[in-house]
């Protein structure tokens, strides 16, 4: 058994990119700072320092509620807040848009923070908004969020459009165009089948697990990891209980269908919320469910699925740190993520191949992205 001390030394010779981290809303909900403390976070500077996080995607999320009423605008506040972070720190944080940058901050031993758009409905439908994000920095969209926008089908909503839009198509084209991931979790299945038709450069699944494992319609099944090997795409792996453990998942989807059969999944206790609540409700809710807790381990049998099905090559890490409500035991922070390398090694993953989950096949896609701008 490799000692801690050497799998700590894969570590943090590795460049770790996380595909996403919801730590900007959390600062925006609490008015806290990165640097200050909070009982609620997942993802502080402590925790990241701690890490060996080499760049984050810090998301600049938009809840659904804002589809219609201001999206683009929040967006944009969110990006805002993930600047004065990065300049608040810039002993230990560095705002990065491109590649190089990643490397760069590896060199100088500080936190690249990235930004990702998370909700295709930030662009109010229209590509030059889009551009404006891109223009702010934002290296990846994530196509929908549990909503079905105007454009594109949600994995977590009623499809309206059998996948993509004419639009929606333009959408992952212009994209192509500027260099901008195309990040496809959340998305419907026939989506995602179009978006892979629609693009010229690899995708990306920035918090997505294995749907053979977990069943739970956010994670992709194993035909979409095959179709993302030939794409050239990562799957990089979520880490909340609920995508991670099948226990998990059944007892949430189980309150989801008592809810539209009209029954009450909780016993009168809480009240369940829909898609556009806010986090505090959803939090309270999915608490009073007593789901059970994912395991370290679960999330290395994601991994080394994904990696069995798709190969090792296409095969990351996206924690949703600070935007979920539970982590599996022996990962609840960013602070824990070496113990995941050390569980990785001990069940015999190499530390070739483990230096290309943690960061390595992350980079491969992004410098195609990158080199393939028009």
């Not at 609490?30 to 701690?50: I, M, R």
């Not at 720190?89 to 930004?115: E, Q, V």
């Not at 998370?118 to 934002?138: F, M, N, P, Q």
């Not at 192509?176 to 419907?188: A, E």
Request: charged content about 25%; proline content about 3%.
């Amino acid at each position: 058994m490799m000692s801690i001390s050497a799998s700590d030394a894969v570590h943090r010779r590795a460049i770790v990119v996380d595909g996403h981290c919801d730590t900007p809303y959390r600062l925006l909900r609490h008015n806290v700072h990165l640097d200050e403390h909070d009982t609620e976070a997942q993802a502080d500077l402590k925790s990241l320092q701690e890490s060996g996080i080499t760049a984050s995607f810090f998301a600049a999320y938009v809840p659904p509620f804002y589809a219609e009423r201001g999206a683009a605008q929040f967006a944009h506040t969110l990006i805002d807040i993930i600047e004065e972070e990065a300049q608040r720190r810039p002993d230990a944080l560095t705002l990065c848009s491109d590649s190089a940058g990643i490397r760069a901050a590896k060199r100088d031993g500080k936190i690249a923070l990235m930004i990702g758009v998370e909700g295709g409905h930030a662009i109010e439908d229209s590509l030059d908004t889009l551009r404006g994000l891109y223009a702010r920095g934002a290296r990846y969209m994530t196509l929908t969020h549990v909503n079905t926008n105007n454009w594109c089908d949600s994995s977590g909503d009623t499809g309206r459009h059998g996948g993509l839009t004419d639009f929606g198509r333009e959408v992952v084209r212009t994209m192509n165009d500027l260099g901008m991931i195309v990040d496809i979790s959340h998305v419907s299945d026939d989506a995602y089948r179009h978006v892979l038709e629609t693009t010229r450069v690899p995708v990306v699944a920035t918090h997505s697990s294995c749907r053979a494992l977990c069943r739970h319609p956010r994670n992709m099944s194993d035909d979409m990891l095959r179709a993302l090997a030939q794409n050239g795409g990562v799957c990089m792996i979520n880490f909340f209980s609920a995508f991670i453990s099948d226990d998990v998942a059944q007892v949430i989807m189980n309150a989801q269908r008592t809810k539209k059969s009209g029954g009450d999944p909780t016993g009168g206790t809480e009240k369940m919320p829909d898609d556009r609540t806010d986090w505090d409700t959803y939090l309270q809710w999915f608490q009073s469910l007593g789901c059970p807790t994912a395991t370290l381990d679960q999330v290395a049998d994601h991994i080394f699925h994904a990696a069995s099905v798709a190969g090792i090559d296409h095969v990351g890490i996206g924690s949703d740190f600070d935007g979920v409500p539970s982590l599996p035991d022996g990962l609840a922070t960013a602070a824990t993520l070496p113990a995941l390398s050390a569980r990785l090694l001990e069940r015999g993953l190499s530390e070739t191949d483990l230096e290309k989950v943690l960061g390595g096949n992350f980079m491969r896609v992004f410098e195609a992205v990158e080199q393939a701008r028009r």
